[in-house]
């Protein structure tokens, strides 16, 4: 496993922009699809946006293409997630997690169960 620590997180007018990163200690981050999952209050944790290995296959959810972009740098074991135009339903903890499985790289993976490392997450509070 993998261990991923996220920051980047903070308070943040709507319209305005967030990079969020993610730091990972451990063996072989280059073979892991890393992606990014949202949390709002009182709801359930969602799929953002997944990145495959190699960084060349991205996927995202609807709420957030065209104002998200997920990338990472294998030499530097950090996955980022550049935030723009964000709105108050952005509001949300992300968390970054990682998946050990071929498939996911090759497809995308999009549910939680998929993604077998977590970090504890970072805070994106948007105002309106």
């Known amino acids: 496993q993998v261990q991923l620590v996220e920051s980047g997180g903070g308070l943040v007018q709507a319209g305005g922009s967030l990079r969020l990163s993610c730091a990972a200690s451990?063996?072989?981050?280059?073979?892991?699809?890393m992606t990014w999952f949202r949390q709002a209050p009182g709801k359930e944790r969602v799929f953002v946006a997944v990145i495959n290995w190699s960084g060349d296959l991205t996927w995202y959810a609807e709420p957030v293409k065209g104002r998200f972009t997920i990338s990472r740098d294998n030499a530097k074991n950090t996955l980022s997630l550049q935030m723009n135009g964000l709105k108050p339903e952005d509001t949300a903890v992300y968390y970054c997690?990682?998946?050990?499985?071929?498939?996911?790289?090759?497809?995308?993976?999009?549910?939680?169960?998929?993604?077998?490392?977590w970090g504890l997450g970072t805070q994106v509070t948007v105002s309106s």
């Open positions: 997690a990682a998946s050990p499985y071929e498939h996911c790289s090759r497809y995308g993976c999009f549910r939680e169960r998929d993604f077998d490392s």
């Open positions: 451990g063996h072989f981050f280059r073979s892991y699809t």
